[in-house]
């Protein structure tokens, strides 16, 4: 039986003994006295409060006590002294018992429905999906199912259609509504090689697409699943809250004994009245408030996070980010838009470019599209070379009609010498902050090749937020140092870390964490071990699979705006996870000394049924209290939107 269902039957049966406490004070009382109230009491603890003391022996067994022990003990104590008492005929207790129970339950009945309410996100993310699509088949547009689209299948797409998958756009150009997937609210315009996420909305133009990903491997998918993981996992801190629980409820139990001790022994109270103030003590201290306390604010926090294409992977890494005082980022892909273009070429133009575009024809690297766009622009046809070899850190060597060619950074100077008149020319460029490949054959430098990355218009504006916010900002890159200074005083950086080698990147970010915890922002295979060593790694959502992975958040709209973001809403949600907890530390703290009788001199009495509606309350206080987190506004949402 859930939950709901145990409230409900503890309710209706409890309402009987309600009514006749109402009567009493009358003259009347319940149909069947005693025995009525010890029958319907006994299906309350049967049915309803036998989940509680089940779990109160299996936490016994296991040698700690949890929440549940102290409701079980409370409820129970009132049960077994209310059958004495009727025996005896003294007056009995078993509304206390039953109405404890019921209240707990509704409290929990508020939990489970403000936690849905918390992780609604994910149900809404899933209900983006499209139900089905319409793909080419046999040379026939067919409509199936979402289910039975393969990868390679062609999609046709017409305006105010979902988008059944991710895929490539092959014919046909159209602007897309994005905002359910990555908070972008403003429609892109999508043309033909351009890609396409599934779930989004097609506003204008029909077009054809190549469905990449399909099922579970789908953008929307792995954002379903990573909300998932994160609103299950725990903080760091929920394992002190655990530990302080651990202390915390046989401290109690011990304080409600002393309290019962006192009362009877001590102060010569009656045993009714002893016993009651001992069962408060045990209702009113029950740390359900603490439990909840972190999991539904992180639940809140990551659901709204994910609304705005922010995927924050656990609970650990959310808290981490909270301690953030630097924030390191890559350059290429990163700060700048990661397209460069060939902007000079220095030396026989047509003779440079069939050297660098022999060598560079089999590579992905960024700066490499640039020089195989531009020869694409000149009809410069590449032809083949072998024998290829990495000169690490440096560039890449290779054999073109027998003699030896080579590419890369200035670093290949410490070898082949340049003339003082390129050289400056090489410099001059650099100083314009683009990047310089020089270009050699047959053992000699033979030219320049310029490429600049402009930065993204977000990064300027995201970065000087960070900077308000009191973070140190720097640039690590392999790029040299004159390129990367012009980049970064563009953007207003802190710190240059320039020429670093793909490799070393990680051992830089150690070297920078021993000042401070950092956050490591990247998108590409050579930043993977950086994301993973920093204590937040950023990952870019138009980088590589490896570089996501890599990451504890990811950023899916590629803005290094929501860079502040993640960090604001982390930090937010820490704040609010520490709020609960103060609130139910000092709701405990408070109500003991009530539920003790410490108090009842000036009338200030808790008898257990009061307690166990000021414990509901707390419990849903808290809930409520994260789900504001809802509501919280963002510094730089604006900006973004």
Same mark, same amino acid.
């Given at each position: 039986?859930?939950?709901?269902?145990?409230?409900?039957?503890?309710?209706?049966?409890?309402?009987?003994?309600?009514?006749?406490?109402?009567?009493?004070?009358?003259?009347?009382?319940? +149909?069947?006295?005693?025995?009525? %109230?010890?029958?319907?009491?006994?299906?309350?603890?049967?049915?309803?409060?036998?989940?509680?003391?089940?779990?109160?022996?299996?936490?016994?067994?296991?040698?700690?006590?949890?929440?549940?022990?102290?409701?079980?003990? $409370?409820?129970?104590?009132?049960?077994?002294?209310?059958?004495?008492?009727?025996?005896?005929?003294?007056?009995?207790?078993?509304?206390?018992?039953?109405?404890?129970?019921?209240?707990?339950?509704?409290?929990?009945?508020?939990?489970?429905? &403000?936690?849905?309410?918390?992780?609604?996100?994910?149900?809404?993310? &899933?209900?983006?999906?499209?139900?089905?699509?319409?793909?080419?088949?046999?040379?026939?547009?067919?409509?199936?199912? *979402?289910?039975?689209?393969?990868?390679?299948?062609?999609?046709?797409?017409?305006?105010?259609?979902?988008?059944?998958?991710?895929?490539?756009?092959?014919?046909?150009? +159209?602007?897309?509504?994005?905002? &359910?997937?990555?908070?972008?609210?403003?429609?892109?315009?999508?043309?033909?090689?351009?890609?396409?996420?599934?779930?989004?909305?097609?506003?204008? $133009?029909?077009? %054809?697409?190549?469905? +990449?990903?399909?099922?579970?491997?789908?953008?929307?998918?792995?954002?379903v699943e990573l909300v998932k993981k994160a609103q299950t996992s725990h903080a760091p801190i929920q394992k002190t809250v655990d530990k302080i629980a651990n202390i915390f409820v046989p401290l109690v139990i011990i304080i409600a004994i002393l309290t019962f001790v006192i009362w009877y022994?001590?102060?010569?109270?009656?045993?009714?009245?002893?016993?009651?103030?001992?069962?408060?003590?045990?209702?009113?201290?029950?740390?359900?408030?603490?439990?909840?306390?972190?999991?539904?604010?992180?639940?809140?926090?990551?659901?709204?996070?994910?609304?705005?294409?922010?995927?924050?992977?656990?609970?650990?890494?959310?808290?981490?980010?909270?301690?953030?005082?630097?924030?390191?980022?890559?350059?290429?892909?990163t700060i700048t838009v990661g397209k460069p273009k060939v902007t000079d070429i220095i030396g026989d133009q047509k003779k440079v470019l069939e050297v660098a575009v022999n060598l560079e024809a089999t590579s992905e690297h960024p700066l490499a599209a640039a020089i195989l766009n531009k020869?694409?622009?000149?009809?410069?046809?590449?032809?083949?070379?072998?024998?290829?070899?990495?000169?690490?850190?440096?560039?890449?060597?290779?054999?073109?009609?027998?003699?030896?060619?080579?590419?890369?950074?200035?670093?290949?100077?410490?070898?082949?010498? *340049?003339?003082?008149?390129?050289?400056?020319?090489?410099?001059?460029?650099?100083?314009?902050? !683009?990047?310089?490949?020089?270009?050699?054959?047959?053992?000699?430098?033979?030219?320049?090749?310029a490429v600049q990355d402009t930065p993204k218009r977000s990064s300027a504006a995201a970065i000087a937020a960070l900077k308000k916010r009191g973070l140190r900002t720097v640039m690590l890159t392999g790029d040299n140092k004159y390129v990367a200074q012009a980049i970064a005083a563009q953007?207003?950086? #802190?710190?240059?870390?320039?020429?670093?080698?793909?490799?070393?990147?990680?051992?830089?970010?150690?070297?920078?964490?021993?000042?401070?915890?950092?956050?490591?922002?990247? #998108? $590409?295979?050579? #930043?993977?071990?950086?994301?993973?060593?920093?204590?937040?790694?950023?990952?870019?959502?138009?980088?590589?699979?490896?570089?996501?992975?890599?990451?504890?958040?990811?950023?899916?709209?590629?803005?290094?705006?929501?860079?502040?973001?993640?960090?604001?809403?982390?930090?937010?949600?820490?704040?609010?996870? !520490?709020?609960?907890?103060?609130?139910?530390?000092?709701?405990?703290?408070?109500?003991?000394?009530?539920?003790?009788?410490?108090?009842?001199?000036?009338?200030?009495?808790?008898?257990?049924?009061?307690?166990?509606?000021?414990?509901?309350?707390?419990?849903?206080?808290?809930?409520?209290?994260?789900?504001?987190?809802?509501?919280?506004?963002?510094?730089?949402?604006?900006?973004?939107?």
């Amino acid at each position: 039986m859930n939950i709901k269902n145990r409230f409900i039957f503890s309710l209706i049966v409890s309402l009987p003994m309600f009514v006749g406490m109402i009567i009493m004070p009358f003259g009347y009382e319940l +149909s069947g006295g005693m025995w009525t %109230m010890f029958l319907l009491t006994t299906a309350v603890m049967l049915i309803s409060g036998r989940q509680f003391l089940q779990s109160a022996w299996a936490s016994f067994l296991n040698h700690h006590a949890n929440m549940d022990t102290l409701v079980a003990i $409370g409820t129970f104590t009132a049960y077994f002294y209310s059958i004495y008492a009727m025996l005896t005929h003294q007056p009995v207790f078993y509304e206390s018992a039953a109405f404890v129970i019921t209240f707990v339950l509704l409290g929990q009945v508020f939990e489970e429905k &403000m936690k849905h309410a918390a992780s609604g996100a994910v149900e809404k993310l &899933m209900d983006l999906q499209a139900k089905d699509a319409e793909v080419l088949r046999d040379g026939k547009l067919l409509r199936i199912p *979402l289910t039975e689209v393969r990868v390679e299948d062609i999609i046709r797409v017409k305006p105010g259609q979902k988008i059944a998958v991710d895929g490539i756009i092959t014919e046909g150009s +159209s602007t897309i509504d994005e905002s &359910m997937v990555t908070g972008e609210s403003i429609p892109v315009a999508k043309k033909t090689g351009d890609p396409v996420i599934g779930s989004t909305i097609n506003n204008t $133009g029909t077009f %054809m697409f190549k469905a +990449s990903k399909v099922g579970n491997d789908t953008l929307l998918a792995q954002i379903v699943e990573l909300v998932k993981k994160a609103q299950t996992s725990h903080a760091p801190i929920q394992k002190t809250v655990d530990k302080i629980a651990n202390i915390f409820v046989p401290l109690v139990i011990i304080i409600a004994i002393l309290t019962f001790v006192i009362w009877y022994v001590l102060l010569g109270a009656a045993l009714v009245d002893a016993m009651l103030f001992a069962v408060s003590v045990i209702i009113i201290a029950c740390p359900c408030a603490l439990g909840i306390a972190t999991p539904t604010a992180l639940m809140v926090g990551t659901g709204r996070s994910a609304k705005m294409g922010i995927l924050i992977k656990n609970g650990e890494i959310l808290e981490a980010a909270n301690s953030i005082k630097t924030v390191v980022f890559d350059k290429t892909g990163t700060i700048t838009v990661g397209k460069p273009k060939v902007t000079d070429i220095i030396g026989d133009q047509k003779k440079v470019l069939e050297v660098a575009v022999n060598l560079e024809a089999t590579s992905e690297h960024p700066l490499a599209a640039a020089i195989l766009n531009k020869a694409k622009e000149l009809n410069i046809v590449p032809h083949e070379a072998q024998n290829f070899t990495a000169i690490e850190g440096k560039g890449i060597q290779a054999q073109i009609n027998n003699k030896q060619a080579f590419i890369g950074n200035q670093k290949l100077l410490a070898e082949y010498q *340049l003339d003082e008149q390129t050289k400056a020319k090489m410099v001059e460029l650099q100083n314009e902050a !683009k990047t310089v490949v020089i270009v050699g054959f047959d053992d000699k430098i033979i030219g320049l090749i310029a490429v600049q990355d402009t930065p993204k218009r977000s990064s300027a504006a995201a970065i000087a937020a960070l900077k308000k916010r009191g973070l140190r900002t720097v640039m690590l890159t392999g790029d040299n140092k004159y390129v990367a200074q012009a980049i970064a005083a563009q953007v207003g950086i #802190d710190e240059v870390i320039a020429d670093v080698l793909p490799s070393d990147k990680a051992n830089k970010v150690k070297k920078l964490q021993q000042h401070a915890p950092l956050a490591f922002v990247g #998108d $590409g295979i050579n #930043d993977a071990p950086a994301l993973t060593t920093a204590n937040v790694g950023i990952a870019m959502g138009s980088g590589t699979d490896i570089a996501i992975e890599s990451g504890g958040i990811v950023l899916v709209k590629n803005d290094l705006q929501d860079v502040v973001h993640a960090l604001e809403l982390s930090q937010k949600t820490f704040n609010r996870i !520490k709020l609960n907890l103060f609130w139910a530390f000092i709701y405990n703290t408070l109500g003991i000394p009530v539920a003790a009788g410490l108090f009842s001199g000036l009338g200030l009495i808790l008898s257990p049924e009061l307690a166990g509606v000021f414990m509901a309350l707390s419990s849903i206080s808290v809930v409520a209290s994260s789900l504001l987190l809802n509501r919280v506004k963002l510094t730089h949402t604006a900006q973004s939107t």
